[in-house]
């Protein structure tokens, strides 16, 4: 099991700072965007976790795991993106939640901006758009 350390560093005794490996939840039924989102973040710096629905990701929090960023997917079976990132809210779970989802449609997007999303991007994750994540983690960190 992964457990995510955050991205805030201690100091070494020579007084440099070290900086803990950022970690990435990857909630997403399809194996192809959960390998394709695992490269990514992995090429970025991330220790990576997969599951593939929000009941997994939510019962991972339960059990006192925590990451940096968790993406999710909106549609899955057991439970989709919505719910599991409502109950993650309701949880006190402040992790950057970013949705990736198939869905065009504004108005599905809306629904899962509003369930506590931070982002949400049309799957799957570019570099570009991980890479612009990573700056704004970076930046709640300072």
Known sequence: MVVG???????????????????????????????IHKVIMT???????????????VDLHTSGCSFDVILMDMEMPVMNG????????????????VGVTACSLESEKQAFKEAGL????????????AKSLVKKLNKEDN
């Open 43 to 57: 090429k970025l710096g991330f220790e990576t976790q997969v599951v593939d629905n929000g009941k997994m990701a």
């Open 118 to 129: 931070n982002e949400c991007f049309v799957k799957p994750l570019n570099m570009e758009e």
């Open 5 to 35: 350390t955050g991205a805030s560093g201690s100091m070494a005794a020579d007084g440099v700072e070290e900086r803990k490996q950022m970690s990435a939840l990857i909630v997403d039924d399809n194996s192809v965007i959960q390998k």
């Open 82 to 97: 919505i719910e599991a990132t409502k109950e993650l809210r309701a949880m006190g779970v402040e992790t950057m939640i």
